[in-house]
Each structure stands twice: as C-alpha cells, then as structure tokens.
C-alpha cells in the first residue's frame, strides 16, 4: 500500500487504542513517531533488506521499538504504528511471511477480495479509514471526559476546555481539573471560586498533562482574611467545633460566612495532594 494509506491506517489504530486503553496518544510531538513507525517497515529496501521480509514480520515491530521502551507515550504509539502497517499489507494480494525466514505467507482477506496498491480498492479503504477517523475524533471530547473520571483518583489533570455557561462560549487552556463527580461534572477553579461544569455544557475538552498524586484530607486552622485568597477545594469547615459539609475553594466558603470580622478564626477540611 501507499504510503499515505499506511499513516491513515495507523491514525485509525491509534485513536481505537486510545479508546481501549483510556490513554492519551495525540500529543504534538507523538505524531512525527507515528507517522515514521507507519512507514518504517518498507525502509527495508533502502538498508539493503530484500522487501516485506525481515521488517514485515510479527517480531520486527517489537525490535523496532525497544529504543522508545523509556517512554510509555512514544513506546505504545510506535508499537500501534508499526503494526498497522503489517495489519495494512496482511490485505493485499502479496501477503506477508509473518515468520520470515519462514516461507509462508499470510493473508487476511479471501484472494477476490484483497486490495492492490494503487487500486481503486485502496481508494475506497482509505476514504472508509479517514471516515472512521473523523467520526473518532469527534467523539474525542467523550473519551477525554472518561478518562479524566478514571484517573482523577490518583492524578492531577490539566485540560483545554470550551463549555457554555449562560449560553456565553467559554474557552479555558491548561485549566486544572480539581473536582469531579458521578461521571456527569467536573470542577476547575475561576477567580479563585469552584466552578462546576456539567458534561452537557463541554463543547471540547482536552487533556494536555498528567501527574501521578496521592490524595489526603487534611485540617487547618485559618482566619477569615487568609480564607479569601484561598483557592485550595475545601470539603467540610467548622465553628463552634460543629463540622458542616462544604464543596467549594477558601474564597467560596468566605463569600457564605463573612461577617465583617477579618480575624474570625474557622477550621477546614481541606483536599491537598504529593506527587
């Protein structure tokens, strides 16, 4: 197959992992390996390897990507790449011999059916393969939310989100998810005030970092003045040594209790995280 087809194909791969595994393969600086490893199979010619032989077996992709093996990321979308690439040829009339030296070849499809490079076969497949993609991406938002719901247990999570709120357009970038719920809401602090987003108001969202944390409640005693500057997200406060469950940052709990007294000691439970 062409070599367009090959990167389209390992595009479609890519996005099913994605799916599957609930990671994040899209990053700006993944797409130069995928598309190398889409191709990578056929430099066989130029290194003086006879054709779809050594490079077109099961265990070349493994080979292939052991010097990537430092980075999950990159490791996982070679390896995904590169297997397209055999997955792709699998389908043409040549076949391939999966157990080179091993002279059998392999087929996935029926000999009527298979596709010749260059053909109007490989036109239709190639058209079907960017349509699948397209109709992935645009389901990206949902897959980007469930992930965000698996792994906000033991990850900080910073995304690119655009949401409606009062029918006004709102575009945050490299926001931090604080808070989620239920499948169904997320929250990232605004001015130092919780904000809660609800999955039918998200446009688009993306997740653009992640980091490994451990999560733990703790208490702190605080005055009223250092409440309003913070934007930690507090769970519960006390006065009068009664606890009452609260959601929100230090500056939410303020705006409800202030009193005019700046120095009014209060106790909260508060959210805090190590890498």
């Known amino acids: 197959m062409r070599w367009i087809s090959h990167v389209a194909i390992a595009t479609l791969f890519i996005?099913?992992?994605?799916?599957s595994l609930l990671i994040d393969l899209s990053s700006y600086y993944l797409w130069p390996v995928i598309a190398l490893y889409a191709v990578m199979p056929d430099f066989d010619s130029i290194v003086g390897i006879k054709h779809r032989t050594y490079t077109h077996t099961l265990y070349a992709p493994f080979i292939a990507t052991i010097p990537l093996l430092f980075s999950p990321p990159a490791f996982i979308a070679a390896l995904t790449a590169y297997l397209s690439h055999i997955f792709a040829d699998l389908l043409t009339p040549a076949g391939l011999p999966l157990l080179y030296p091993k002279p059998t070849v392999y087929h996935l499809l029926p000999a009527a059916w298979r596709i010749k490079t260059g053909s109007g076969g490989e036109l239709i497949l190639l058209a079907v393969v960017l349509l699948l993609s397209a109709s992935f991406t645009m389901a990206a938002s949902t897959t980007e939310m469930d992930k965000i719901f698996y792994y906000h247990r033991n990850h900080d999570i910073w995304v690119d989100i655009s949401f409606y709120e009062n029918g006004v357009l709102k575009t945050f970038n490299e926001e931090k998810v604080v808070?989620?719920?239920?499948?169904?809401?997320?929250?990232?602090?605004?001015?130092k005030r919780l904000k809660i987003i609800g999955k039918d108001q998200i446009i688009s969202i993306k997740i653009v970092r992640m980091e490994s944390?451990?999560?733990?409640e703790r208490e702190i005693r605080t005055t009223m003045k250092r409440l309003q500057t913070m934007d930690g997200l507090i769970t519960a406060y006390s006065t009068n040594y009664v606890w009452r469950d609260f959601l929100g940052t230090g500056r939410d709990l303020f705006l409800n209790l202030f009193d005019g007294n700046w120095k009014k000691k209060i106790e909260v439970r508060v959210i805090a995280s190590t890498n």
Do not use: A, D, F, H
């Open 179 to 191: 808070w989620t719920n239920s499948k169904s809401r997320i929250g990232i602090v605004e001015g």
């Open 15 to 19: 996005k099913l992992v994605e799916i």
């Open 213 to 216: 944390v451990e999560r733990y």
